[in-house]
Structures are given as C-alpha cells and as structure tokens.
C-alpha cells in the first residue's frame, strides 16, 4: 500500500500520473536501515538496480554487512556516523530503525525512497510483481486534493477523474510532499493488539489513492516512504529512539506527525494508496 502527500502550490501538469512515469535515476535515492546481510534485494533488482543505495548499519559495526553484487551503493556503520557527525552524532538513534535519518542527511538527491530490510515484492491478484517504487515517484509527481474528497478517490488517475459537485477551483490539485507506503501481510499493529491478534493477517489487495485532508494527523510507518527531500527533508526528522532512550517505536510516528503539523499552516497534506 502506498501513501502521499502534496503541498498546496498549484500543480503544473493535473493528468502527470497518466503519463509515463520517468524513472528519476539520478534524483532519488534508497535509504535502508538495516542490521542484517542484504538479500532481500534480489528480489527488487529489477526495480532497485537504476538506482544509488544508501544504506544504514545499525548496531555492531565490526558486523560484516554483504550487499548482492551489481547495486551501486554507500555504506556508513555507527563508526562512520561518529566520525562524519562528532558531538552531534548522539542525533542518529542507534539500535532503532531511526538509523536511517543519517541517510537523508548524506543523500544530495530530491527524492529519497526508504524501505526496510524485511519488506518484500507484493504480486496484484493477476501474479505480477507490483513495483511500489515507481507508484511512490508516480505519487510525488502527481497532484494530491487536500481540501475536497473525491468519491473517485484519486481523480489523476487513468479511468478517473472529479465527480460532479467537486470545486472546479480546486481541481489543479497541489503538489505531493510525501508518499506513504502501506503493506500486506503482517499488519502494522501496537503491541498490545499483536497479542490479541497474533495470527491476524492482511491478504486482501486494495488498489486505491485517498489523499489525507488537511488538518488530519495520521501513524505515519516508515518502512515503506517516500518524500521530496527538497520540500521537507529537515522536518522528516525520526524522532531519537532505540539505545538509551525511554520508548521505542514512535520515531516514524514522531516523523509523521511533526511533518503534518508542518504542513498546516503551509497548505501540506498527505495521500495515502494502499496496496
């Protein structure tokens, strides 16, 4: 499942999402937080490869991390960060997915797409492999509607459009901030509700694109995002958990609800597409 949001500047191009969408090889990167050998790339290869990695290793640094051959990739353990950083270094949680934040930093791209180490291709109810990173640059480079819902949900989309009664003023849409991805499988739940639902699983494909209205928090997941590094890269700060710290797992949450807030007085909002 994939999310975005935009920003409230008038979009140039109201159909870009039904064009083709260009690969932006030399202005995205892929951050991955990781603490394990990355195998789980083969299986993205054919939707990775064009693209710089920038990957994060958290925990022992003395661990040996191996990457399949062919990726065009740099890796920066807890000792790279502490020489790049210094003092400041103490910003970068360690032994939390958070890690990933140095990767934004380092990154000179416009677009950074993150995902973890244990998120794998999803196939469509056909059995073709879905390609969520070209959905997420899909996203970014199409409209959002904060302001109105459309009951067509994305009306950018080929075979849709705005249903009658929707503002003609607001049509142009604005320009998306962030894409949300969302997942199947494994739900993304709290704690206490794993217990009670251990076995619960999500199987059912939804092929949909709702934009977040504005005004609207929502639990941001970072393990399956993209953002305009340009537009918002200091606010998509993950807030410092893991090592030493009180709580843990409210980073990306913690991202997400500092990114909106953000976006409230400036017009941002979010849209979400799930798969």
Known sequence: MLCFSKMVEPATDTHAATKVVPLLKDELDIVIPTIRNLDFLEMWRP????????????????????????????????????RILGPKASCISFKDSACRCFGYMVSKKKYIFTIDDDCFVAKDPSGK???????HIKNLLSPSTPFFFNTLYDPYREGADFVRGYPFSLREGVHTAVSHGLWLNIPDYDAPTQLVKPLERNTRY??????????????????????????????????????????????????????????????????????
């Open 129 to 135: 492999p879905i390609n969520a990173l070209e959905q």
């Open 206 to 275: 939804v092929d949909a694109v709702l934009t977040i209205p504005k005004g609207t928090l929502f639990p941001m997941c970072g393990m399956n995002l993209a953002f305009d590094r340009e537009l918002i890269g200091p606010a998509m700060y993950f807030g410092l958990m893991g090592d030493g710290q009180p709580i843990g797992r409210y980073d990306d949450m913690w991202a997400g609800w500092c990114t909106k807030v953000s976006f409230f007085p400036l017009n941002f909002c979010y849209l979400i597409q799930s798969r």
């Open 47 to 82: 939707f990775f490869q064009p693209y710089h990695l920038i990957i994060v290793q958290d925990g022992d640094p003395s661990k040996t991390i191996t990457v399949p051959d062919g990726f065009d990739y740099e890796l920066y353990n807890r000792n790279d960060i502490n």
